[in-house]
C-alpha cells in the first residue's frame, strides 16, 4: 500500500485535533516534574537518614515502568478510596516518573555550584530559603536548562501511553483513523511528522531559555 498524500492531508484534522490534549499535558506534567525533582533533591540534601529514604523512593520509581504506574494510580488507589481522572492519573504518572531523573539532574546543577558559594551566604546572614532563591537556583537553572529540555522531549513522547486510559492523546487518534481505514502509512507518517514539531519546538525554546539566562548572569 502506498503513501497517499491527499489522503494524509485529509486525515490531519483528526490527529490534529488530539494534539490539544497531548501538549497540555506534556506542559503541566513537565512542570510538575520539575518542581517534584527539584523537592526531591531538597528532601536527600535535608538529612542522612532522609537522604537514605529519598535515594530508595528515587530509584524505585525510576525502575518501574510508567504502564505500571499507570494501572496502579487508576485500577488501585481506588480501592483505597482514593479515585482520579484518567488526565489526573496520567499527569501524575508523567511527572513523578519523570521527576525521579530530574532529581539527579538538579543534584548535578547544585553540585556544580561552589561551597564557597553557601559559605559566604552563611557568613553573611542569608537564610536557607533566600540562598536557595537567590544565589543557588537562577546558576542551577542556566546549568540544567538542556538537560531538563532533553527530559520534557521524553516526556512529550511518553504522552501515548495516556491512551490505555482512553485518554484522547495523537497516538489513539492515529490508531483510531487507521482501524477505521485499514490504511497505517500516512496515520503513523503524520503522527511522526507532528512529534517531530513538537519536540523541535521544545528545543528551540530551551535554547532559548538558555541564551537568555546566559545573557541575564553576564549582567
Given at each position: 500500500?502506498?503513501?497517499?498524500?491527499a489522503f494524509?492531508?485529509e486525515?490531519?484534522?483528526r490527529?490534529?485535533?488530539?494534539?490539544?490534549?497531548?501538549?497540555?499535558?506534556?506542559?503541566v506534567?513537565s512542570l510538575?516534574?520539575?518542581?517534584?525533582g527539584l523537592a526531591?533533591?531538597?528532601l536527600r540534601?535535608?538529612?542522612r537518614?532522609?537522604?537514605?529514604?529519598?535515594?530508595f523512593?528515587?530509584?524505585?520509581i525510576?525502575?518501574?515502568?510508567?504502564?505500571?504506574?499507570?494501572?496502579?494510580l487508576?485500577?488501585?488507589?481506588?480501592?483505597?478510596g482514593?479515585t482520579?481522572?484518567?488526565?489526573?492519573?496520567g499527569?501524575?504518572?508523567?511527572?513523578?516518573y519523570?521527576?525521579?531523573y530530574l532529581?539527579e539532574?538538579?543534584?548535578?546543577?547544585i553540585?556544580?555550584i561552589?561551597k564557597g558559594?553557601?559559605?559566604?551566604?552563611?557568613?553573611?546572614?542569608?537564610g536557607?530559603v533566600?540562598?536557595?532563591?537567590h544565589?543557588?537556583?537562577?546558576q542551577v537553572?542556566?546549568?540544567?536548562a538542556?538537560?531538563?529540555?532533553?527530559?520534557f522531549?521524553?516526556?512529550l513522547?511518553?504522552?501515548p501511553?495516556l491512551?490505555?486510559?482512553?485518554v484522547?492523546?495523537?497516538?489513539?487518534?492515529?490508531?483510531?483513523?487507521a482501524s477505521d481505514?485499514?490504511?497505517?502509512?500516512?496515520?503513523?507518517?503524520?503522527?511522526g511528522?507532528?512529534?517531530?514539531?513538537?519536540?523541535?519546538?521544545?528545543a528551540?525554546?530551551?535554547?532559548?531559555?538558555?541564551?537568555?539566562?546566559?545573557?541575564?548572569?553576564?549582567r
Open positions: 500500500m502506498r503513501f497517499d498524500p494524509a492531508i486525515i490531519l484534522p490527529i490534529l485535533a488530539a494534539i490539544w490534549t497531548t501538549i497540555w499535558v506534556s506542559i506534567a510538575l516534574a520539575a518542581l517534584m526531591w533533591e531538597l540534601r535535608s538529612g537518614l532522609t537522604g537514605i529514604c529519598v535515594q523512593t528515587i530509584d524505585a525510576r525502575s518501574i515502568p510508567i504502564l505500571a504506574q499507570l494501572y496502579f487508576f485500577f488501585v488507589l481506588p480501592t483505597y482514593i482520579l481522572s484518567a488526565y489526573m492519573v499527569i501524575l504518572s508523567l511527572a513523578l519523570y521527576s525521579s532529581a539532574v538538579f543534584r548535578a546543577g553540585d556544580s561552589g558559594q553557601f559559605e559566604a551566604a552563611r557568613s553573611l546572614g542569608l536557607r533566600i540562598t536557595l532563591t544565589i543557588v537556583l537562577p537553572l542556566r546549568q540544567v538542556a538537560p531538563m529540555g532533553n527530559y522531549v521524553s516526556l513522547k511518553s504522552t501511553y491512551g490505555v486510559l482512553a484522547p492523546e495523537m497516538l489513539g487518534a492515529a490508531l483510531e483513523v481505514t485499514f490504511r497505517y502509512a500516512e496515520p503513523m507518517i503524520v503522527l511528522i507532528l512529534f517531530l514539531a513538537l519536540a523541535l519546538t521544545i528551540w525554546l530551551v535554547r532559548r531559555l538558555e541564551v537568555r539566562m546566559q545573557r541575564l548572569y553576564e
